[in-house]
């Protein structure tokens, strides 16, 4: 029986990967083209990894500079004040508002992002639907260490628990975890399109969980 729904935001929740995509463009186009095209093909590859990482990555292995903590927390303020507005105003992914108001009682839901977790609480906050979500987690811990402090915090049981997410570092999160997994495959280019159990949308979540009961 399933008692817990952890959901990912970007793509899952609001429809706002691109947002991040249009950031990360941003913020290396002073490096040139080449640059930003490999900015751009490694962010849309890695989908949910944190930014802390990917900021490490782009000047370590593009740039040949290596950063120090101060300098990837600045980096990482710019990128949350440029995703920020725009995060707040994406709309939602077909059906995912619809069953996030019929299901917090049935279900305890939570939010497993890749974003700040200050920054995740503040998004969801001004979106209005805060009090929907028994918690909501962000970097810089990884999606593996929320989904298993979910599980310990409230003693469920692997079977009881369901991850919905777009990127492989859901995967990840739910198969170290041995949870279900439900992938949102947005089209083909979508790095889980081979999942075998996907949804093109949150219009019809709820027949897939009927399935998985």
Do not use: W
């Not at 849309?44 to 000047?59: A, C, D, I």
């Not at 497993?112 to 811990?141: C, H, Q």
Request: net charge neutral; proline share 3%.
């Amino acid at each position: 029986m399933i008692k817990a729904i952890i959901l990912d935001f970007d793509g899952v929740i609001a429809e706002s990967v691109h947002v991040k995509t249009e950031a990360f463009a941003e913020m290396y186009c002073s490096y040139g083209e080449d640059i930003v095209k490999k900015v751009v093909a490694h962010h849309l590859r890695n989908g949910g990894v944190s930014r802390f990482e990917k900021f490490s990555t782009y000047h370590s292995v593009f740039l040949g500079v290596d950063l120090n903590e101060k300098q990837i927390k600045e980096l990482s303020a710019c990128f949350s004040d440029l995703v920020m507005e725009k995060a707040i105003k994406a709309p939602y992914v077909p059906g995912a508002i619809e069953f996030i108001k019929n299901n917090y009682i049935k279900y305890d839901l939570y939010i497993s992002s890749g974003t700040p977790e200050n920054k995740m609480k503040e998004v969801a906050k001004r979106r209005n639907i805060s009090s929907y979500f028994r918690d909501i987690y962000g970097s810089p811990e990884k999606k593996t260490e929320h989904v298993r402090k979910i599980i310990n915090k409230h003693k469920y049981s692997s079977s009881e628990v369901v991850f919905i997410g777009d990127a492989m570092s859901d995967v990840q999160a739910a198969k170290e975890n041995s949870i279900c997994f439900i992938a949102r495959v947005d089209g083909d280019e979508s790095p889980l399109k081979d999942e075998k159990n996907n949804i093109p949308d949150l219009i019809s979540i709820e027949e897939k969980l009927k399935v998985l009961l």
